[in-house]
């Protein structure tokens, strides 16, 4: 396995979203290096992972973006119990809710009790969005908005690697900085963790905003996976319970840095 070797992982459990492979953002080989080099008994795919908004567009499938499709199916067959929670980019998948492709099963929702016994509710997040609720022009225009700032992070990314710099996200510095985008996000939190409360969960996993979380927010567990195109982010479940989000932006030889798996957060 080479220099990375040494960081091969196995987890109970993973969370994966926003991919949006089909986009020209999607860090596919990035997410490939993070998919050979971890490993867990289970995989959730919690949606957004084919950008359907883009490929209807523009279609675009590089091979690398096959090779993470395969990745996964590769996964379910070795034994990975793989569900995959549509989203609203690749909310086609709706279609077929209840049932399997390839061994992954196909869901609108999932529940998961942890090695602790926490029972974490599994969704997108796309349904208690209200711009996607009730004005699906105005997401569409934001969409436009969003895939200029990705295009713009990703050349300001090949100087910085120019520079033997890592990666770093301008696109998501630049998000956190609006107020209105703070507010949204903070909003979003709370109502996930509201919902959960309500279908009698201790904790809610979603992706959807594309900022990596894990916290507590009125003793409920509020975690969010992050995404694959700014952030590089997944959610993982330790063998003895415990969640982290793992950042692997600082990722090995694709950088010309030093391998990074950083722990943001942990929760029992």
Not at 29 to 54: A, C, M, P, Q, T
Not at 231 to 252: C, Q
Request: charged fraction near 25%; glycine fraction near 8%; hydrophobic fraction near 40%.
């Amino acid at each position: 396995m080479g220099h990375l070797g040494q960081h091969y992982k196995t987890y109970r459990t993973i969370w994966i979203s926003d991919i949006h492979l089909g986009s020209k953002g999607a860090q596919s080989e990035h997410l490939l290096e993070f998919l050979k080099y971890n490993d867990s008994e289970y995989l959730y795919l919690v949606g957004d992972i084919i950008d359907g908004w883009r490929l209807t567009k523009k279609w675009f499938w590089p091979q690398s973006h096959n090779d993470v499709v395969q990745k996964f199916l590769k996964k379910a067959r070795k034994g990975t119990k793989i569900t995959f929670i549509p989203g609203n980019h690749d909310e086609g998948g709706r279609a077929f809710l209840g049932l399997t492709f390839g061994d992954i099963k196909i869901r609108n929702q999932a529940f998961h009790l942890t090695a602790k016994k926490k029972k974490l509710w599994i969704v997108h997040g796309d349904l208690f969005d209200e711009v996607i609720k009730h004005a699906r022009w105005l997401a569409y225009v934001g969409d436009s908005a969003y895939t200029f700032l990705l295009w713009l992070n990703k050349w300001f990314n090949k100087i910085r690697k120019t520079l033997n710099l890592p990666y770093w996200s301008l696109s998501q510095y630049i998000k956190l900085k609006v107020k209105k985008a703070v507010s949204f996000i903070n909003a979003f939190e709370t109502l996930m963790v509201k919902e959960a409360s309500r279908r009698g969960c201790d904790g809610v996993v979603c992706g959807h905003i594309h900022k990596a979380e894990l916290k507590q927010i009125n003793n409920l567990i509020y975690a969010n996976d992050g995404d694959w195109v700014e952030s590089l982010t997944a959610l993982v479940e330790h063998k003895n319970g415990d969640l982290e989000i793992i950042d692997w932006s600082g990722l090995g030889h694709l950088n010309n840095s030093q391998v990074n798996i950083s722990k943001i957060k942990e929760l029992a």
